[in-house]
């Protein structure tokens, strides 16, 4: 079974920083493409990262774009969220998700992670 676990959430203070992890298992980690998410309290969930299987490059909300860096560790099956200069905006829980190409619509990504709770305090 895809199984993906976030971690590395938590309390910061406007400005602070955190770096989420998602440990990944039950599939080949180099042929599915694993994205970001985030829903706030009482808004739609929405793709922070993600990857284009057309050029190959990583793709940021231009709410994050700047200060939050996707990264890949194939030897750990582990994709990172590496998050900077955060916002009480940025305040969500978190996911993790495959398949989930930047074209890909919400509604067909099939695999989610538990979420993780990312609150910046003002």
């Known amino acids: 079974d895809v199984q993906l676990q976030a971690s590395g959430g938590g309390l910061v203070q406007t400005g602070g920083s955190l770096t989420l992890s998602c440990a990944t298992s039950?599939?080949?980690?180099?042929?599915?493409?694993i994205a970001w998410f985030r829903q706030a309290p009482g808004k739609e969930r929405e793709r922070v990262s993600c990857v284009s299987w057309a050029d190959g490059k990583t793709y940021y909300a231009d709410s994050v774009k700047g200060r939050f860096t996707f990264s890949s560790d194939s030897a750990k099956n582990t994709v990172y969220l590496q998050m900077t200069d955060l916002k009480p905006a940025d305040t969500a829980v978190y996911y993790c998700a495959t398949p989930a190409p930047c074209a890909r619509p919400l509604r067909r990504v099939d695999n989610w992670g538990q979420g993780t709770q990312v609150t910046v305090s003002s």
């Open positions: 039950g599939f080949n980690f180099d042929d599915l493409a």
